[in-house]
């Protein structure tokens, strides 16, 4: 069974960077897309999770829906890092790992309904 543990969070100026991490055990990502999503204070539920960036475990493929966020494999460890940077206050939210079984970024990465497989979350705090 595919299992998600993500981390890296924490509490940051406005400007600041993080580095988030999710580790898979279970299923190589290989077999995977791996996206990142955060929600918002306030917002509950799996459809109220916005996208952040994906990753085709496979081919590479990515998709980061801002630039100032990027997503990579870490091969070696079975992970996938999403790294933060420049980060504003509206950035706060908890940031989830998820998996797709799929190899295509293109037919999963537009909502988190496609993915069966969550991390328990990590909170990020921006302050101003």
């Known amino acids: 069974q595919l299992q998600l543990v993500d981390s890296g969070g924490g509490s940051v100026q406005q400007g600041g960077s993080l580095r988030l991490s999710c580790a898979a055990s279970g299923v190589a990502l290989d077999y995977v897309v791996i996206g990142w999503f955060r929600q918002a204070p306030g917002k509950d539920g799996v459809k109220e999770r916005e996208?952040?960036?994906?990753?085709?475990?496979?081919?590479g493929t990515t998709y980061n829906a801002d630039s100032r966020f990027t997503i990579s494999k870490a091969n070696a460890k079975n992970a996938v890092n999403l790294q933060l940077n420049t980060l504003k206050p509206e950035d706060t939210a908890v940031y989830y790992c998820a998996a797709a079984k799929s190899r295509s970024v293109q037919d999963v990465c537009d909502t988190p309904l496609k993915f069966s497989f969550w991390g328990q979350g990590t909170q990020v705090t921006v302050s101003s």
């Open positions: 996208v952040v960036s994906c990753i085709s475990g496979s081919d």
